[in-house]
């Protein structure tokens, strides 16, 4: 079988530059032409409007299944800064995995999209839900009301940030749909259904 040759590229130099240098040469030629500017905007725009908040809650409550009790007990009790209770820890820890997805979800209110931070928000409350009703994990028992706490806490910024009355009420229509209200897991998600 005779070998294929494989085509020049037409930019060799440009596909040298590391990820870094070639976002270097985007920028200058964006800060240099409005046109391309106004592109590059739109297909940015494109690929940020693809979410999926089903899947977003399935990756937050295996991020968070992913904590190790064992870990709280490393760090927690007796420190230089004084007492740290397991409790604390554990909740710190889970935190800590939350703070990047609601980076995220304000993130795309900073960017003009209230729609796609909203679908983002669910996401964040579904996979709480999840993680609390589903998962087995031992910081649980450590800290009983984090899911519940950090549900209602997320969706009062999101709401705050948001400030916008049609948003809050399809966010809230969403919650109820779904079953996510304090102590009412939706039922697709005890089955194993997939989540919208």
């Keep these: 079988m005779a070998k ?17 240098q070639a976002q270097s040469v985007l920028v200058r030629l964006i800060y240099d032409d409005p046109a391309l500017a106004a592109r590059a905007e739109g297909i940015a725009r494109d690929l940020l409007k693809v979410i999926d908040s089903a899947k977003i809650a399935g990756i937050l409550c295996d991020d968070l299944s992913g904590l190790k009790i064992e870990e709280v007990w490393k760090t927690s009790g007796r420190t230089r800064e004084g007492y740290i209770y397991p409790s604390e820890r554990a909740w710190d820890m889970m935190d800590e995995v939350i703070e990047s997805y609601k980076e995220e979800m304000l993130r795309y209110l900073r960017r003009g999209m209230p729609e796609e931070s909203r679908i983002y928000c669910s996401g964040i409350l579904l996979g709480l839900r999840k993680f609390q009703r589903d998962s087995r994990s031992d910081l649980l028992e450590e800290a009983p009301d984090y899911c519940d706490d950090t549900f209602e806490s997320i969706r009062e ?7 916008d009355a049609g948003q809050v009420h399809l966010l809230a229509r969403f919650i109820e749909e779904e079953g996510l209200n304090r ?11 997939k989540e919208q």
Excluded: I, N, Y
């Design 4 to 20: 294929r040759k494989k085509a020049a590229s037409k930019t060799p130099l440009l596909d040298s530059l590391s990820a870094g």
């Design 157 to 163: 910024e999101w709401e705050e940030a948001v400030d």
């Design 183 to 193: 102590g009412h897991p939706p039922e697709s998600c005890r089955t194993g259904e």
